[in-house]
């Protein structure tokens, strides 16, 4: 059926429906809106009863919130199209309407119908879309809300306490990260910096120990979530234990420990880690932490005797 019998089609109809037909069609549909809405009370006091885990209560509220409102089109469309003729008719209209006037919406649900069949991300996830950071909180036909994760702090996002509605298309249009699809732990660093004159094998020594204590009990845990996802991603074969990586800079000796950290805990493990840190130091008589600083250098009073320092028996 093309556009033109479509039209002619709800000419007629238009044209034999009267005043009291439409007032009709208005009652009825008010009415079962009204069912609708009682019968989702109903049911919903009944599942908050019933159902005692705050989860499933939710995705228990969800699905009925969808069969409900489904179940609502459905009637409203068999009120109001019951005076067209035929079957394929009304589908073509159908389709053609939502086809013009509802695109977006279209695509919307078909990216809540991929977010539910293959699972990108589920609520509870921690992920990052549209340049958007955030806990999953919510899961609806045609958008998704996230709690937003807001600016850098100290190396480490803080929530801002707003929640932001993503349109479901974008799931499509958009790179999608999930930081809690292969396992519920990320990688976190925090680097030392020790002067060049400071015993820099005892100052990484005293870190790997810090490290090792706090965060070597994710490791096995981490490993164990992560050769579950072998069945779903082709992982790399990689060592979860922290460990403690040199390299020199500009002021000193730059030592820094990577470790796992659960992903809503990295601000509280950082503050640990540093408080050990600061006493460990200040128990090490030959371990100097580095700062931007002054210096001035005499290669002739202080450099290496081959290169023009000072050489046994000068003053």
Not at 81 to 91: D, F, N
Request: net charge neutral; charged share 20%; with cysteine.
């Amino acid at each position: 059926m093309n556009p033109q019998d479509i039209i002619a089609e709800l000419e007629t109809y238009f044209s034999r429906t009267g005043s009291g037909t439409i007032f009709s069609n208005v009652f009825w549909s008010l009415a079962a809106l009204a069912g609708m809405l009682l019968l989702r009370r109903a049911v919903g006091s009944l599942i908050d009863q019933r159902v005692a885990d705050p989860t499933r209560r939710y995705r228990w509220n969800k699905t009925l919130r969808t069969l409900v409102w489904g179940l609502f089109a459905v009637i409203v469309a068999a009120i109001w199209l019951k005076g067209i003729s035929g079957l394929a008719t009304m589908v073509a209209l159908v389709t053609a309407g939502l086809a013009i006037a509802l695109r977006d919406p279209i695509v919307d649900l078909g990216g809540w119908l991929y977010i539910g069949s293959r699972q990108p991300f589920k609520v509870g996830d921690r992920i990052a879309i549209a340049d958007q950071r955030g806990d999953v909180v919510d899961i609806s036909p045609f958008v998704f809300s996230l709690m937003q994760i807001g600016d850098v702090v100290g190396g480490v996002r803080q929530s801002t306490g707003r929640v932001v509605m993503i349109p479901n298309k974008f799931v499509f249009t958009n790179p999608l990260v999930n930081e809690n699809l292969v396992f519920d732990y990320i990688w976190r660093e925090i680097a030392v910096v020790v002067t060049y004159e400071s015993d820099w094998r005892r100052a990484k020594q005293v870190l790997e120990e810090i490290v090792v204590r706090r965060c070597a009990d994710l490791t096995p845990l981490a490993q164990a979530q992560a050769q579950a996802s072998l069945t779903r991603y082709m992982l790399a074969d990689a060592s979860f234990d922290p460990r403690v990586f040199t390299r020199a800079v500009d002021h000193g000796v730059e030592l820094t420990m990577r470790f796992l950290s659960e992903i809503r805990g990295p601000r509280e493990m950082e503050m640990i880690i540093w408080e050990d840190v600061l006493q460990a130091f200040e128990a090490e008589p030959a371990i100097d932490m580095a700062y931007t600083t002054s210096r001035v250098y005499s290669n002739r009073e202080e450099g290496k005797p081959a290169l023009g320092g000072p050489v046994s028996g000068d003053r």
